[in-house]
């Protein structure tokens, strides 16, 4: 069984068009997470979510809007794309964000803006 | 601003030898400290844990240091073999977990 999955892996799609990118857990977490990570394979956090509700959002352009339907689900919506949006986006999940633990991590979508 | 350095972007060792990864980090005070593998085309995996009132973790191959004072953590891999060979991030949190940029290992046979 898949604990954290991602659709799709792939995703390629011209400038301005809007997306998104499901996520889901089956592990039962209370705090699901966006990263981006670019080129140069750094891996940064956009949004968390704890139990549905909001508690990082990091400085991200307000074209990318996450949503939690429940704590199981973490979507990412991205409107009007541009160029540097390309990027592999990865959804991850841990128990809670405060006690420190491990973070599970789905395999990715590979998004292509031409 | 808050910083994360993960030594050399890339590490070359012979199997068998023991590989030290470092991770230094500024204008933070992490209440843990995390390690994990990342593999091509996949998502990073975790590895350890070590928390700011630890000084050493260890796991089968594995060994992970924190000195708060130094704000460093090392990450050791004994005996490394060629299927050791990915790119090893660390992440500091809580809260906003912050990832380093990664050293890429690689293992020669």
């Known amino acids: 069984d898949t604990a954290v999955s991602q659709t799709p892996k792939y995703l390629v799609t011209q400038m301005g068009n809007d997306k998104s990118i499901k996520c889901e857990q089956n592990?039962?977490?209370?705090?699901m997470y966006w990263y981006k990570q670019d080129s140069k394979k750094f891996l940064k956090i956009m949004f968390s979510y704890n139990n549905k509700e909001l508690i990082i959002n990091e400085t991200v352009p307000n074209r990318f809007s996450p949503k939690s339907p429940d704590k199981a689900h973490l979507n990412l919506h991205i409107n009007s794309l541009e160029l540097g949006d390309s990027a592999v986006y990865f959804c991850a999940s841990s128990q809670d964000y405060r006690g420190g633990g491990e973070q599970y991590f789905g395999p990715g979508t590979r998004l292509t803006v031409t | 601003s808050q910083k994360i350095e993960q030594n050399s972007e890339a590490l070359n060792i012979q199997e068998g030898k023991t590989a030290t990864l470092t991770c230094n980090y500024t204008n933070y005070s992490p209440a843990y400290l995390q390690w994990y593998r990342q593999d091509p085309g996949r998502g990073p995996v975790f590895l350890l844990l070590?928390?700011?009132?630890?000084k050493e973790k260890r796991k089968e191959r594995l060994k992970v240091t924190f000195d708060t004072t130094l704000k460093q953590s090392l990450f050791h891999i004994t005996a490394s073999q060629p299927a050791d060979s990915a790119t090893y991030l660390c992440a500091l949190g809580p809260n906003d977990m912050r990832f380093g940029a990664g050293t890429r290992l690689t293992v020669k046979p």
């Open positions: 592990l039962g977490h209370d705090t």
């Open positions: 070590i928390r700011e009132n630890e």
